[in-house]
């Protein structure tokens, strides 16, 4: 299984806080001598630059499938203590963590498990999906590039109480979108239906979609400071430093609390 091959060749991964930057910056890697490396450093930077208003802090990485190619950070994790973004600062995933979603469902399709252009009711509990419009199937291939036809919102996407977390399964249950579009018409972006692949993912290998994550990619790949579940208790070091993260309005708010899980 080609597991390490799906890294991407080219990832920057940005996190943000909303909050203007203050004029800090933790000195990047030592330059490499190719002259595209340089060029990375200097575009990442000038971005920095003409997003300081609107930025408080920011870590960036671009990796090859085998190397480090450029990693820096930017401006303050707590700015009114002028606590500065590091290597050792928790950031949140947003929907960077899709990809994670994607890879799983590419594993399996790998081991045969998958197929990526039949209707996914067939790895789905009887009469899971309650409103669909149309008869055409809809597709894992439709899931991964948006356009299974699902209207998107964020009702009950996320809680600010930890009591509150539900499973993938009772949200998807309660929380259903109209289809609106035929499948494969239309490219509407769903974190619903990408929710839906992740429960696919459980529904196939039998384990919590957190735990497969856990398992086919933090492990093999040493991620050893990263979580996916929703309460983030699949690595409590990495939950406790999340807490130290503050977040702002564009006015040097403070916003509290400062996470809210989805």
Same mark, same amino acid.
């Given at each position: 299984m080609k597991k390490l091959h799906l890294i991407l060749l080219l990832t920057i991964v940005f996190a943000f806080i909303l909050q203007p930057i203050a004029a800090i910056g933790v000195s990047a890697a030592e330059e490499d001598d190719r002259s595209y /490396? @340089?060029?990375?450093?200097? +575009?990442?930077?000038?971005?920095?630059?003409?997003?300081?208003?609107?930025?408080?802090?920011?870590s960036v990485a671009v990796f090859s499938a085998d190397e480090t190619l450029y990693k820096e950070h930017f401006g303050y994790m707590d700015v009114q203590n002028e606590i500065a973004v590091s290597s050792a600062t928790v950031m949140e995933w947003g929907s960077v963590s899709k990809l994670l979603v994607w890879i799983s469902v590419m594993q399996l399709v790998?081991?045969?498990?998958?197929?990526?252009?039949?209707? /996914? @009711?067939?790895?789905?509990? +009887?009469?899971?999906?309650?409103?669909?419009?149309?008869?055409?199937?809809i597709t894992m291939l439709n899931l991964m590039n948006h356009n299974a036809g699902f209207e998107d919102s964020i009702l009950g996407m996320a809680t600010g109480r930890k009591e509150r977390i539900v499973s993938l399964e009772e949200f998807l249950r309660e929380i259903q979108p109209e289809q609106i579009f035929e499948p494969g018409s239309i490219t509407a972006y769903s974190n619903w239906g990408?929710?839906?692949?992740?429960?696919?993912?459980?529904?196939i290998s039998g384990i919590p979609y957190y735990r497969y994550v856990r398992d086919n990619i933090f492990e093999p790949l040493q991620m050893n400071d990263t979580t996916i579940a929703a309460d983030l208790s699949d690595d409590p070091n990495v939950e406790e430093k999340r807490?130290?993260?503050?977040?702002y309005t564009s006015e040097v708010e403070e916003i509290t609390p400062n996470i809210s899980y989805i």
């Open positions: /490396i @340089s060029d990375i450093g200097s +575009d990442i930077r000038k971005f920095v630059s003409d997003n300081s208003i609107t930025t408080a802090g920011m790998e081991q045969g498990k998958i197929d990526l252009d039949i209707d /996914i @009711s067939e790895y789905l509990p +009887d009469n899971f999906l309650r409103n669909r419009s149309y008869d055409k199937p990408t929710t839906l692949a992740a429960y696919i993912v459980e529904c807490m130290e993260l503050k977040i």
